[in-house]
């Protein structure tokens, strides 16, 4: 059995982050209705430079083609600055010349073709009658693509009640006085037909070991429900994937909980009352 020593080691491992991410996750702003954040500056910020104008998503179909040119030469780029970062995938974007970018630990960002530019944030077309979000689509099929992926073995889910109307994935953090009012509505949110599948993200190295030990417990949901309710639930070490969850929110811009996606991937916020939930998730 590690000593805690070890165990604190590992704890502060999974905290660590290179330049680059570190950098990435200063500057990303995340809109969340209400959260638990790490940063203060993120739990309410809008950081649209069109939060004025009403903006729909590109309508376009999201390219599936990798670009290796394009992943090579900012991987090349990457490398040179002293970056470690594993570059998955660079894709096409209706934005000539601009790539949507995919990496092992960081939210996912644009470059050019030349690999020499990172660029966050919104990219918006305007000449139509309404502004185009193109990047909306892209980050939600990321997210999508991602969360599916997931072993539903490895998520501590609830069950809608009746018919399944809608699934969420919330990253969850057990110290979160959010994330508790959200599971406070459990039993609202499943009767309204949603799904719920937790996957964890504690939110400082203090709350990784109770995070473990949730997922350890041999009844993850009657110790989810107790963590919630500020019990310090304990288990025996084993094998757990809360390392993989964090990188995982990580990689989808996660920097709040409860941080809430639907099955499209596409993020819906922090902590929402159950009706309003529903309404965002169309389950009503």
């Known amino acids: 059995m590690p000593s805690p020593l070890s165990k604190n080691l590992v704890a502060a491992d999974r905290f660590s982050r290179t330049t680059l991410s570190r950098f990435m996750m200063s500057a990303l702003l995340v809109i969340v209705a209400a959260g638990c954040s790490n940063n203060a500056a993120d739990a309410t910020s809008n950081s649209s430079v069109v939060n004025a104008a009403t903006t729909k998503v590109s309508s376009a179909k999201v390219a599936a083609d990798n670009d290796p040119a394009v ?3 900012l991987q090349t780029n990457l490398t040179a600055s ?3 970062e594993r570059i998955v995938s660079a894709v096409p974007t209706d934005m000539d010349g601009i790539y949507w970018v995919t990496a092992e630990g960081l939210p996912s960002f644009f470059t050019d073709k030349s690999g020499k530019h990172i660029i966050q944030g919104q ?3 305007v000449g139509e009658a309404q502004p185009v979000d193109i990047s909306a689509a892209l980050t939600a099929k ?5 969360l599916k992926a997931v072993d539903k073995k490895e998520m501590i889910i609830y069950p809608a009640k009746g018919e399944t109307k809608s699934v969420i994935y919330a990253f ?4 979160c006085g959010y994330c508790r009012k959200l599971h406070e509505e459990m039993d609202d949110i499943n ?3 949603i799904e719920v599948r937790y996957l964890a993200w504690p939110r400082s190295q203090e709350s990784v070991p109770k995070m473990e030990a949730i997922w350890c417990s041999q009844d993850r949901n009657a110790a989810m429900n107790q963590a919630k309710m500020g019990a310090d639930v304990q288990a025996p070490s084993c094998a757990n994937p809360v390392q993989e969850h964090m990188a995982l929110g990580a990689r989808l811009g996660v920097r709040g909980t409860p941080a809430v996606f639907t099955e499209t991937g596409e993020q819906v916020g922090g902590y929402l009352p159950a009706a309003q939930l529903a309404e965002a998730v169309g389950a009503n």
């Open 71 to 73: 992943v090579e030469a």
């Open 82 to 84: 002293g970056i470690e």
């Open 123 to 125: 990219i918006i077309a």
């Open 142 to 146: 990321t997210a999508q693509e991602a």
């Open 172 to 175: 969850t953090d057990a110290d």
């Open 191 to 193: 009767a309204r037909g």
